[in-house]
């Protein structure tokens, strides 16, 4: 009786009251830590493949890279594949692409977030430096074998470096928005012109790299 008495002055009433938002907690909703993020960006054990955000990702600091630039994503626009997806569903999906691990935590894509730099990077004006600035960190002392040495065909530079389809490789390609085809004819050029290396597995004193970075 009590029941049904109380049922009618609710529906009488027009229900119980709507409760208050609950306002997330602040391990929920990080705000980011610039010094974490740039650490984490630079961190090739962050995944298990051996590279990190920066070898792929350009930045004033950093020079050019095949990735692009991660400004939108940091301003909330995001795509990978070619597709729209939201900044966590891109990051997600790059790093299990290119790094073999799983989806960062809120906190990790936070800070990385906030450690994302300006995009624009000057193309260097001449085959050797653009080989320094893109390739030599990843490529020379990196996680990415050698190519400063080896025995290319200017067809194979070109397929590993604008991506043939099938190739499964951790590097992403060279867009010709990044590297304009002028720019990398010059560099496969000059990689495929380089001397082999000397039975000892050092490179000829000849064709030495800088091991100053951009």
């Known amino acids: 009786m009590r029941s049904a008495a109380l049922t009618l002055l609710l529906l009488g009433c027009g229900g119980p009251p709507a409760l208050p938002p609950v306002e997330p907690p602040p391990s929920i909703a990080p705000t980011g830590d610039a010094d974490a993020g740039r650490a984490l960006f630079a961190d090739r054990g962050f ?6 955000c920066a070898d792929c990702h350009p930045g004033p600091s950093r020079g050019v890279r095949p990735a692009p ?3 939108p ?15 966590a569903e891109a990051l997600a999906a790059c790093v299990e692409r290119f790094q073999d691990r799983g989806p960062p935590s809120p ?8 450690a994302v ?17 893109a390739c030599q960190h990843c490529h020379e002392g990196g996680p990415a074998p050698a190519v400063v040495g080896r025995r290319w065909s200017p067809s194979g530079l070109r397929a590993r470096l604008r991506r043939r ?7 992403p390609a060279f867009d010709p928005a990044v590297v304009p085809d002028p720019a990398l004819d010059a560099l496969i050029g000059w990689l495929a ?14 064709i030495a790299i800088s091991s100053e970075r951009p």
Do not use: C, I, N
């Open 69 to 71: 630039s991660l400004s």
């Open 73 to 87: 994503w940091a301003g909330g626009e995001a795509r990978f594949g070619g597709r729209p997806k939201t900044p």
């Open 107 to 114: 906190t990790e894509a936070a800070a990385l977030r906030a």
């Open 193 to 206: 012109a380089r001397p082999p290396r000397l039975g000892s597995g050092r490179l000829s004193p000849s």
């Open 117 to 133: 730099e300006p995009a624009p990077v000057a193309m260097p004006d001449d085959p050797a430096a653009l080989y320094r600035s």
């Open 165 to 171: 389809p099938g190739l499964d490789e951790h590097m």
């Open 47 to 52: 995944g298990r493949s051996g590279f990190a």
